[in-house]
């Protein structure tokens, strides 16, 4: 019983920012990786970042140098700071979360259910 709530998507025009954050609620014993990925229709739902416990990164190509991932582990939040937007970052923005539940003895994925952020040329 863990659920993904992410929140901070909307609409911005080419260069501004966003920061999305996403908390992770419920019977949680533990967290390992968490990321967010992004999905357009018609394509494959792709990684644009992720984040260890220990806080170790890794971007996708497209992302480096204008995305930031983050997380708090007190909160079980984790964060992803978009500056320098541009339009082909348009896209619904999802959360997952690598987690050990108090109900399950193995890790499990959870995601959350999205938001969708638009960038105007």
């Known amino acids: 019983q863990v659920r993904l709530v992410e929140s901070g998507g909307g609409l911005v025009q080419a260069g501004g920012s966003l920061k999305l954050s996403c908390a992770a609620f419920?019977?949680?014993?533990?967290?390992?990786?968490m990321g967010w990925y992004r999905q357009v229709p018609g394509k494959q739902r792709e990684l644009v970042a992720r984040i260890t416990r220990g806080s170790t990164t890794n971007y996708d190509n497209s992302v480096k140098g204008r995305f930031t991932i983050s997380r708090d582990n007190v909160k079980n939040t984790v964060y992803l700071q978009m500056n320098s937007l541009k339009p082909e970052d348009t896209a619904v923005y999802t959360c997952n979360a690598v987690a050990l539940s108090t109900q399950w003895g193995t890790r499990r994925d959870y995601w959350g259910q999205g938001t969708q952020v638009i960038v105007s040329s």
């Open positions: 419920g019977n949680i014993r533990s967290i390992d990786d």
